[in-house]
């Protein structure tokens, strides 16, 4: 049994870090931040390069590929810290590929497999990135279904969240305005709450990587500060919490074609462990960092404020560690849930 990527995979996976590496520098992650704006040069690549239709089916325009090539492709995108509204964009999409018509699929996707258009998911009512900007709003209502919007139909406010990185706003739509998704909104919020997961994952490997060379560096009594127990047993931690959230979220990007009848377990248990993970790396790594780790100039806190919010995106690690209590416990006794 092989647990690796592919050869392509290898080298979808080198091409993106490679790209975004002279692509999303900090120093352009601060301009788009201050600025509030996206990076429009790098969305218009991005677009070119086809990455927002990567997951969605050839017939409607995408690349046809899985949610594992989605995934390495948004781990890439948050290690980058990318001011851009790829995640947004391709979790509408999956969601309304898994669970739309015909006639809505049809509608949707090839405009966000081009870039022509983008798109926004989240709950009614609560904030959703990239709403604003978007053609197109799927909501998730309090019930778990799932409705398509057009912009001009849903109440959108921006607002400003703890993330300048990205675009928050807050959206509402009274029932019965937009159409219900024909499907069980359930299935495709799972593989959007895996490219979550995924994005996570990248932030919390960029945040070990930038604290590990501050750490090597650094030196108090001529000594560098992570030869001390105390920050080497930190940056230890922050090591198995990245790579348990990676082991989780690579699986569940494998199950979505693999085995999508473990999707649901294995979605919410790469959600919590992304979450979980990525807080604490991220205030580990300003922590490390030591007082230049507070400050404005310092850039490791772009990564924890994206930590913040994508942590409570499609849930916070609480509900999911319930549900995924449930899923096994119906799985012991049918009869106990």
Not at 57 to 81: C, F, M, P, T, W
Not at 134 to 150: F, S, Y
Not at 200 to 218: F, I, P
Request: net charge negative.
């Amino acid at each position: 049994m092989n647990f690796d990527f592919t050869d392509d995979q290898h080298e979808i996976k080198r091409t993106a870090r490679d790209l975004l590496g002279s692509r999303s520098t900090f120093e352009k992650v601060r301009h788009a931040a201050e600025g509030k704006a996206y990076d429009d040069a790098l969305w218009t690549e991005l677009v070119g390069l086809g990455w927002p239709g990567i997951a969605i089916a050839e017939e409607y325009g995408g690349q046809g590929l899985g949610s594992v090539e989605l995934a390495i492709l948004a781990e890439e995108l948050g290690h980058a810290v990318a001011p851009s509204p790829f995640l947004s964009t391709v979790t509408a999409a999956a969601v309304i590929q898994a669970c739309g018509s015909d006639e809505q699929r049809s509608r949707w996707l090839p405009a966000l497999a081009s870039g022509e258009a983008t798109g926004a998911l989240g709950v009614a009512d609560g904030l959703v990135p990239d709403a604003d900007a978007a053609a197109v709003i799927v909501l998730l209502d309090a019930d778990g279904a799932a409705r398509v919007l057009a912009r001009a139909d849903a109440d959108v406010t921006p607002v400003d969240s703890i993330d300048p990185t990205r675009r928050t706003a807050r959206v509402s739509a009274p029932p019965g305005r937009g159409e219900p998704l024909a499907g069980e909104g359930r299935h495709g919020t799972d593989r959007a709450t895996v490219a979550v997961a995924a994005e996570l994952v990248g932030v919390s490997q960029r945040a070990l990587e930038m604290t590990v060379a501050y750490v090597k560096e650094r030196r108090q009594f001529d000594t560098p500060v992570g030869a001390y127990q105390a920050i080497s047993h930190t940056c230890a931690k922050m090591l198995k919490d990245t790579e348990g959230a990676r082991s989780a979220t690579y699986f569940a990007a494998w199950a979505a074609d693999a085995e999508p009848e473990r999707l649901a377990e294995a979605a919410s248990l790469a959600k919590a462990a992304a979450s979980d993970g990525a807080r604490d790396v991220t205030a580990a790594a300003i922590q490390a960092h030591g007082g230049i780790g507070f400050t404005w100039e310092a850039d490791v806190h772009w990564l924890y404020k994206r930590a913040q919010v994508g942590a409570a995106l499609l849930g916070g690690s609480a509900p999911h560690r319930a549900r995924l209590a449930r899923i096994l416990a119906a799985r012991l006794s049918p009869t106990a849930v």
